[in-house]
């Protein structure tokens, strides 16, 4: 089985940058789809970023389009997730997770997901 560790989380002013890391043990993502959420106090976790099982297609939540980049190592062991333009609104915990039947109109509900890493905090604040 996979277990996924993430880190890069931290504080950053409105406008600034931050890269999350999700690293794979245990295995590779290479059968895997793979995804970002992230989760505010009080609010639903909340899709941002994936790859789909059986292709390099990449998603996107819509709040975070145009500013957020998915991307992953040729080896497939790592995840990123490049941040930029953040906001005040970005501010959460943000997860890696990952599944190996999951499908395609499935991807972008946290609840169909079978493996979790533990979070990484992002705050943004001036």
């Known amino acids: 089985q996979v277990q996924l560790e993430e880190s890069g989380g931290g504080l950053v002013q409105p406008g600034g940058s931050l890269r999350l890391s999700c690293a794979a043990s245990?295995?590779?993502?290479?059968?895997?789809?793979v995804a970002w959420f992230r989760q505010a106090p009080g609010k639903e976790r909340e899709f941002v970023a994936a790859f789909s099982r059986n292709s390099d297609r990449t998603y996107y939540g819509d709040s975070v389009k145009g500013r957020f980049t998915i991307s992953r190592d040729s080896a497939k062991t790592t995840v990123y997730l490049q941040m930029n333009m953040l906001k005040p609104e970005d501010t959460g915990v943000y997860y890696c997770?990952?599944?190996?039947?999951?499908?395609?109109?499935?991807?972008?509900?946290?609840?169909?997901?079978?493996?979790w890493g533990q979070g990484t905090q992002v705050t943004v604040s001036s």
């Open positions: 997770a990952a599944d190996s039947k999951i499908s395609l109109s499935r991807l972008f509900e946290a609840r169909h997901y079978d493996y």
């Open positions: 245990g295995g590779t993502f290479r059968r895997y789809a």
